[in-house]
C-alpha cells in the first residue's frame, strides 16, 4: 500500500492502515497503527528513515522548532472484496478478454447454445441481473455463456453496435446469430423465454458453427481488434460476372453431353 501527501511527506509498506494527523501546533507528528508495519521506509523532504517494526515506529518521534510545522493528508488505498461480476460463476460461464477469444469461443461451441453476455462493472442494472444469470447458467449446463465487459472492450462492443446494458446475443451452431436483446432484473421473462425457445429446440445444423457474421469480422479486423486475413467481400458486380461465367460453364458441359449423345445415338443407327 502507498500513501501520498501533499507536503513531499511519502509512506510505503505492506498490509498496514494508517492515520498521519497534520498539526500547525508545535508538537509531535503521531503514528498509529492497526497492523505490524513490515518494512516500512518513509521519506520526509528527500531523507529516508526506515522503521522495521512496531516498536520502533511508536517510539519514533520529531521535535518541532518554532517554525516547524507539518501540513499532511493521507489518502489510504483500502482492498476490495471479490468483485460482483467474478461472483457465484457457473462452470459454462467465460469471461472474454478479446475480440479473437469471442470468435474463437463461438466456432468452437459446435451445436451449443451459445449466450453473449455484455455487462460493465459499473451498471447497477447488470449487478442486480448477474445473480439470476448465474442461477440460469446452472440450470442449462450444455449452453455456453460468454461473460463481455463493456469497459475493458469498449472498441469490440461499440463496433458490434453493442449501445445499451444489460446486452444479450444468442447463437447457436451453423444457424449462427439466433436473436439480441436487453432485459433487465424486471424483465427477466424476456431471458427466459428465449432460453426456452432455443434450448428445447430440436436442430439439424449442417456446416460448422458461424459465429460472428461476416461485416462483423470485417468490421473488428479494420480496427485492428483481429488480426487475420480475410478475402475481401465480392462486389455485386462481380458476383453477377461469377453467375454468368458459371452458366455459361454449365452451356457447355451440357452442349458436349448432348454432342456425345448424338454421335452415340448415330453410331449405333449405323451398325443396325
Not at 522495521?52 to 493521507?74: E, Y
Not at 442449462?140 to 475493458?152: G, M, R, S
Not at 463496433?159 to 432485459?183: Q, T
Not at 458476383?239 to 452442349?255: I, P, Q, T, W
Amino acid at each position: 500500500m502507498s500513501c501520498s501527501l501533499k507536503s513531499g511527506f511519502y509512506v510505503s509498506g505492506s498490509n498496514e492502515t494508517l492515520i498521519i494527523p497534520g498539526s500547525k501546533t508545535k508538537g509531535i507528528v503521531g503514528f498509529f497503527q492497526t497492523r505490524n508495519f513490515s518494512g516500512l521506509s518513509i521519506d520526509f523532504n528527500g531523507q529516508p528513515l526506515v522503521v522495521s517494526d512496531q516498536k520502533r515506529l511508536r517510539a519514533w518521534n520529531i521535535k518541532a522548532t518554532n517554525k516547524f510545522a507539518v501540513h499532511a493528508r493521507a489518502s489510504v488505498c483500502v482492498s476490495r472484496s471479490l468483485r460482483w461480476w467474478e461472483k457465484t460463476l457457473k462452470p459454462n460461464m467465460i469471461e472474454i478478454h478479446s475480440a479473437q477469444e469471442l470468435v474463437d469461443s463461438l466456432l468452437n461451441a459446435g451445436d451449443r447454445l451459445v449466450v453473449v453476455d455484455f455487462y460493465s462493472p459499473g451498471c447497477g442494472g447488470c449487478k442486480a441481473l448477474h445473480p439470476k444469470i448465474c442461477q440460469l447458467a446452472e440450470l442449462h449446463p450444455d449452453a455456453v455463456f460468454l461473460k463481455v465487459n463493456y469497459e475493458e472492450l469498449r472498441t469490440m462492443c461499440q463496433s458490434l453496435h453493442i449501445h445499451v446494458l444489460p446486452f444479450f446475443r444468442f447463437y447457436r451452431g451453423a444457424d449462427g446469430h439466433l436473436c439480441s436483446f436487453s432485459c433487465t432484473n424486471a424483465t427477466i421473462k424476456k431471458f427466459k423465454d428465449a432460453m426456452a425457445k432455443h434450448v428445447g429446440a430440436e436442430t439439424c445444423s449442417i456446416g460448422a458453427a458461424k459465429g460472428l457474421n461476416e461485416s462483423e469480422i470485417l468490421k473488428l479486423a479494420s480496427i485492428g481488434e483481429l488480426s487475420i486475413n480475410l478475402p475481401l467481400p465480392s462486389t455485386e458486380e462481380e458476383r453477377v460476372d461469377d453467375l454468368v461465367a458459371g452458366s455459361m460453364d454449365l452451356c457447355g458441359v451440357l452442349s458436349k453431353a448432348d454432342n456425345k449423345m448424338e454421335m452415340e445415338l448415330e453410331a449405333k443407327g449405323a451398325l443396325v
